[in-house]
C-alpha cells in the first residue's frame, strides 16, 4: 500500500505501541469523550436533528474516521459548521434527503482522496473560509435566542431575516428561569477554567444545572419535554431508499458537505501537526472522512468532520495516536448505553449557552476585521461570501465565493503577462556570458518584443491588446519568450492566430529563446511543426541574424 493512502493507525502500530503510550490515550480519549457529550447533543438540536443523532456521529464516524485516517490526533464528529446546511435540508426535505446528500458527499470525498486532491483544498481562498465562518456562528448564535431567553415560540424559521422577526414578535414571553439557567451555564464555562482544564466547563455546567433544575423543578424546556426520552442503544443500520430524483436534487448540498468536511478535517489536522511536530497524510484522511460520513448516516447519524477544538483537548491530554480517538468512540458509547436515559433532563437553556460558546469560538472577529483592512478584492469576496450565507444559502455562498475569487485571481495574473519592445540599449546575461545589446543593429524592418508571465487564456486578452497597440507592421517579428513560465491551449491559439494574421500581412513571426518546457509543449501540440522549427532562435541573437534572411 502507498504510505499515503495507508492508516496512521495501522504505521503507528506497527512501528511499535507501548502500554505508556496507551495509558496516555485512554486518558485523553476518556476525556474528549465527555468533552464531546454535550457538544454532539447540542449540536444535533441545532440542526434539527434528534438528540441522540449527534451521539450516532461521535460514536460511529469517530471510530470509523479514527481507524482509516491520516492524522495522528484527530477527533471527528458532528460540528458547527454543518448546522446551517443540516438543518436546511431537513427542513425542505427531511431526514432521507440528509442521508442522500451525506452519502453522495462521502463518495465524493473518497474518490478526492483516492485522486490525490487533498492539496487542492488548500487553495479555496482564506476570504471565502472566513466569510462563511463567521456567517455560520452568526446563523448558530440567531438560532440559540429561543432557547437562551426561553421564548414560547412552536417553530424557529430556517431564514435569518424571518427567525429574527418571530423573535421580536415572542420577546414578550422571555423566561426569566431560563435566562438565569443560561447565564448561569455561560458563568461556569467562562470561569471554570481558571479552576481546573481537567475537567471540561462544559461538562460541570450541564450536570449543575440539570441538577438544579431537576430538584427545584424550574419551569424550563429540557431534552424530554421537548424531544422525549433519548434511546439508550444504537439503532441498526440502514439506507433509505435512494431514488434519481431525489440525488440528483441533493447533489449540489452533497458538493458543500464534502468540501466542509475536507476543509475542516484538513485544517483539524494542519493544527495538530503545528502542536505535534508531524506530518499528516491528506488523501488518507479524505478517503477516511467519507467512509466516517457514510458510516454515520447508516447508523442514523448526521455530517462528520475534524473538529479542531476536541482534537486539541485530546493533544493537550496527552493523546498521541488514533487510539485515543478510538477511546473517545468508545466513551460516548458507554454513555449513550448506561446513561442515556440521564441525557434527557438537560436543560435546553444551557445547550443554548454551549453552542453560544461554540458560535463565539468559531465566529474569528479578529480575522474578519483584519481582511476588512486589505485588498478591496479580498474585502468584495469576504463580504460576499459573509452575506450571501446569512440571507441566501451556505451552498451559494461557497460556489460564488470561490468563483469570485477564482475570477479576481485571474485578473490578477492577467496584469502580470506583459508585453513589451526591447530598446536598443540594455545590458543582460545570455547564455551565461553578458553582451551589450546597443552593439547589435536591429535590421529595418525589425521588431523585437519580449513577453514575461504566464500566456494563459487569463491573459490573451491582455497579451492582444499589447499587439494591436504598439505593433506596427513589420516585415519580421521577433516575440522573445524566455521569461513566459507557463502556456495553455488559449495561449497557443493565440500565437497561433497571430502568426496566421502576420502572414497574411507579408509579415514573417520568428521565436527566440523559448524554456524547454514550453517548447515541449509547443512541439507535442504540433505548433511547432505548423510554424517550421525554423522559426525558432536559441536566443535574440540568433534571431535577429535569422530575421535578416527573411528581409
Same mark, same amino acid.
Given at each position: 500500500?502507498?504510505?499515503?493512502?495507508?492508516? /496512521? @493507525?495501522?504505521?503507528?502500530?506497527?512501528?511499535?505501541?507501548?502500554?505508556?503510550?496507551?495509558?496516555?490515550?485512554?486518558?485523553?480519549?476518556?476525556?474528549?469523550?465527555?468533552?464531546? @457529550?454535550?457538544?454532539?447533543?447540542?449540536?444535533?438540536?441545532?440542526?434539527?436533528? /434528534?438528540?441522540?443523532?449527534?451521539?450516532?456521529?461521535?460514536?460511529?464516524?469517530?471510530?470509523?474516521?479514527?481507524?482509516?485516517?491520516?492524522?495522528?490526533?484527530?477527533?471527528?464528529?458532528? =460540528?458547527?459548521?454543518?448546522?446551517?446546511?443540516?438543518?436546511?435540508?431537513? /427542513?425542505?426535505?427531511?431526514?432521507?434527503?440528509?442521508? =442522500?446528500?451525506?452519502?453522495?458527499?462521502?463518495?465524493?470525498l473518497i474518490v478526492m482522496g483516492l485522486a490525490r486532491m487533498g492539496a487542492l483544498l488548500k487553495f479555496i481562498p482564506y476570504p471565502v473560509t472566513v466569510g462563511f465562518t463567521s456567517a455560520i456562528a452568526l446563523l448558530i448564535f440567531s438560532?440559540?435566542?429561543?432557547?437562551?431567553?426561553?421564548?414560547?415560540?412552536?417553530?424557529?424559521?430556517?431564514?435569518?431575516?424571518?427567525?429574527?422577526?418571530?423573535?421580536? /414578535?415572542?420577546?414578550?414571553?422571555?423566561?426569566?428561569?431560563?435566562?438565569?439557567?443560561?447565564?448561569?451555564?455561560?458563568?461556569?464555562?467562562?470561569?471554570?477554567?481558571?479552576?481546573?482544564?481537567?475537567?471540561?466547563?462544559?461538562?460541570?455546567?450541564?450536570?449543575?444545572? =440539570?441538577i438544579v433544575v431537576s430538584v427545584f423543578q424550574l419551569p424550563v424546556e429540557t431534552?424530554?419535554?421537548?424531544?422525549?426520552?433519548?434511546?439508550?442503544?444504537?439503532?441498526?443500520?440502514?439506507?433509505?431508499?435512494?431514488?434519481?430524483?431525489?440525488?440528483?436534487?441533493?447533489?449540489?448540498?452533497?458538493?458543500?458537505?464534502?468540501? @466542509?468536511?475536507?476543509?475542516?478535517?484538513?485544517?483539524?489536522?494542519?493544527?495538530?501537526?503545528?502542536?505535534?511536530? =508531524?506530518?499528516?497524510?491528506?488523501?488518507?484522511?479524505?478517503?477516511?472522512?467519507?467512509?466516517?460520513?457514510?458510516?454515520?448516516?447508516?447508523?442514523?447519524?448526521?455530517?462528520?468532520?475534524?473538529?479542531?477544538?476536541?482534537?486539541a483537548t485530546n493533544i493537550k491530554n496527552g493523546g498521541r495516536t488514533p487510539v485515543a480517538a478510538i477511546v473517545h468512540s468508545i466513551v460516548l458509547l458507554l454513555i449513550l448505553l448506561f446513561a442515556g436515559s440521564y441525557a434527557s433532563m438537560i436543560p435546553l437553556a444551557t445547550l443554548a449557552a454551549v453552542l453560544i460558546v461554540v458560535a463565539y469560538n468559531m465566529s474569528e472577529w479578529r480575522e474578519f476585521r483584519q481582511l476588512l483592512k486589505g485588498p478591496r478584492s479580498d474585502v468584495a469576496v469576504l463580504l460576499i461570501t459573509f452575506l450571501l450565507t446569512v440571507f441566501v444559502e451556505l451552498t451559494t455562498a461557497i460556489q460564488v465565493g470561490v468563483l469570485l475569487a477564482a475570477f479576481l485571481f485571474l485578473q490578477r495574473m492577467s496584469t502580470n503577462t506583459q508585453l513589451r519592445q526591447i530598446t536598443d540599449n540594455f545590458r543582460e546575461r545570455e547564455d551565461g556570458e553578458a553582451r551589450d545589446m546597443s552593439k547589435v543593429i536591429m535590421p529595418d524592418g525589425v521588431e523585437a518584443f519580449e513577453i514575461y508571465g504566464s500566456l494563459f487564456f487569463g491573459a490573451v486578452e491582455h497579451f492582444k491588446e499589447a499587439i494591436r497597440r504598439i505593433a506596427a507592421d513589420p516585415k519580421v517579428l521577433i516575440l522573445r519568450m524566455r521569461d513566459v513560465s507557463s502556456l495553455d491551449a488559449t495561449g497557443l491559439h493565440t500565437l497561433s492566430e497571430l502568426r496566421r494574421d502576420l502572414e497574411t500581412k507579408g509579415c514573417t513571426l520568428i521565436f527566440s529563446g523559448v524554456s524547454a518546457p514550453v517548447f515541449a509543449l509547443m512541439k507535442k501540440s504540433g505548433f511547432v511543426a505548423e510554424c517550421g522549427k525554423e522559426r525558432f532562435a536559441k536566443d535574440v541573437f540568433e534571431a535577429i541574424e535569422m530575421a535578416k534572411k527573411f528581409l
Open positions: 500500500m502507498h504510505t499515503e493512502l495507508k492508516p /496512521k @493507525l495501522f504505521t503507528l502500530l506497527g512501528a511499535g505501541y507501548t502500554r505508556q503510550q496507551f495509558a496516555k490515550d485512554l486518558i485523553a480519549g476518556t476525556t474528549v469523550g465527555i468533552v464531546a @457529550l454535550p457538544l454532539s447533543i447540542a449540536l444535533a438540536i441545532a440542526s434539527g436533528a /434528534k438528540p441522540e443523532q449527534g451521539l450516532y456521529t461521535a460514536i460511529i464516524a469517530g471510530f470509523v474516521i479514527a481507524v482509516l485516517g491520516g492524522s495522528r490526533a484527530q477527533i471527528s464528529g458532528p =460540528t458547527g459548521a454543518f448546522i446551517v446546511i443540516i438543518y436546511g435540508i431537513i /427542513k425542505e426535505y427531511g431526514y432521507d434527503g440528509l442521508v =442522500t446528500a451525506t452519502f453522495i458527499a462521502g463518495l465524493i438560532s440559540q435566542v429561543r432557547d437562551f431567553l426561553g421564548l414560547a415560540m412552536d417553530t424557529v424559521p430556517a431564514d435569518f431575516v424571518a427567525k429574527w422577526i418571530e423573535i421580536v /414578535k415572542h420577546i414578550g414571553s422571555v423566561n426569566p428561569y431560563a435566562i438565569a439557567i443560561g447565564g448561569a451555564s455561560l458563568a461556569i464555562i467562562a470561569l471554570w477554567p481558571k479552576v481546573t482544564h481537567r475537567i471540561p466547563g462544559m461538562l460541570i455546567a450541564i450536570v449543575a444545572t =440539570t431534552i424530554q419535554s421537548r424531544f422525549g426520552s433519548v434511546p439508550s442503544s444504537l439503532p441498526a443500520p440502514h439506507l433509505p431508499q435512494i431514488s434519481w430524483e431525489l440525488a440528483q436534487r441533493m447533489f449540489s448540498p452533497a458538493v458543500t458537505i464534502a468540501l @466542509l468536511a475536507g476543509l475542516e478535517s484538513l485544517l483539524s489536522s494542519v493544527v495538530a501537526d503545528g502542536m505535534l511536530g =508531524t506530518r499528516h497524510r491528506s488523501n488518507m484522511e479524505l478517503i477516511a472522512q467519507g467512509a466516517g460520513n457514510i458510516a454515520s448516516v447508516a447508523f442514523g447519524g448526521l455530517p462528520a468532520t475534524g473538529a479542531i477544538a476536541r482534537t
